[in-house]
């Protein structure tokens, strides 16, 4: 059993090791240019073998931890994670190495979501998902516009990546409490009353209404002013994803201080100041 369990993980870790080695050597390091096999096998091994090792003594401790984890969380950061990859490499494909390498990018995406798996699953059991995710649309679609927009400013990926990411995290703050004031307006607050609803719908209709229109008018507007460019879409989608987990890590990681160390701290200080305490 031992044997099978050491020929799994040196295989998986070889196989990873290998996809990331090879894909990153065709596409970013002129494999093909190259002359001798040497030079090729030498530009291949060396960073497959040294990524295999690390996976391989890592991989206990981390196959161990996914154990741990909530099998619906890990599918979702799965599906998230395969489309970000899809979305940045396939308007780059020309070849199925490509493939390979986006097999890597959604590894490599998965990766940096990881450390926000425990306070989704946190989440996932104290709070809505839905506020989450409402917030979240909420600010990825003010984002593209402002993207689209400014993207004659911005100018490089990296610049928007950036742009991207403040502007997620901010819109996501905004966005959750306002998806929860509404939600809980819905119950016994203003939006209660259907007249109320109808009257907070007037306006993104007309807003969507006043767009459409526009467009209808190529020479006084087109879409292409408020719409991200097809060059930059996948590494929008792919921050706007990341920028949004890791909110949600911030947010629980602020939630959990203010419910379990804040009332801690202030009994202690009101203990200090007591009387019984000074005297």
Known sequence: MKVLQFLFRAGLSLFIAFTASFSSAVIFFKYTGYKTNFDRAFLVAVPTFAIAYLLFEGSPAFLKWLQQRQTKVLIVFGVLAVAGALAVVLPFAISRIYYLGMLAFALVLLALMLPAILFVERMWVNHSMWHYFGGFLLSFVFTYGAVGF?????????????????????????????VSRATRSFHDGFLSQPLNIILCLTLPLLLAALLYASIQFPAMFIWEYISVPSDWLGFFIASALVAAFYFHQGKSAWSLCWRDVLPHQSNRRACAQSPCIQH
């Not at 990926?157 to 819109?171: A, P």
């Open 150 to 178: 400014l993207s004659g400013v911005l100018k490089t990926v990296f610049n928007m990546v950036v742009f991207t990411v403040v502007l997620i995290i901010l819109g996501c703050v905004f966005g959750y409490y306002l």
